[in-house]
């Protein structure tokens, strides 16, 4: 194995632990905007190690282009999704969390 191999398995693997922390953040935080937080960060950073790592493995340019768009568009779907959930667990009066 060469050592872009070994560095994308690295980053493959960094994105997998991301989106899992972004799952159990979903999972064990007490209310949506917390759960939002945790997700989109989570999920973002992840699917850019993931991007990251294939796109060392590539075979052309035109492909990690692909691979960028992806995740751009991701990352701007995520952003706005993100912001109309809150935005409709405020109009619900869903109150943030107080200890």
């Given at each position: 194995m060469m050592p872009a191999d070994y560095l994308s398995v690295?980053?493959?693997?960094?994105?997998?632990?991301?989106f899992l922390a972004g799952t159990l953040g979903l999972l064990r935080f007490p209310d949506v905007?917390?759960?939002?937080?945790?997700?989109?960060?989570?999920d973002n950073v992840g699917l850019g190690l993931i991007v990251a790592?294939?796109?060392?493995?590539a075979e052309s340019w035109m492909v990690v282009g692909k691979l960028l768009l992806i995740w751009l568009l991701v990352l701007?779907?995520?952003?706005?999704?993100?912001?109309l959930v809150a935005a409709a667990a405020r109009?619900?009066?869903?109150?943030?969390w107080k200890r």
């Open positions: 690295v980053l493959l693997i960094a994105g997998g632990i991301f905007y917390t759960r939002l937080h945790a997700l989109t960060k989570a790592g294939l796109a060392l493995q701007l779907a995520g952003a706005s999704v993100a912001h109009q619900r009066g869903i109150k943030l």
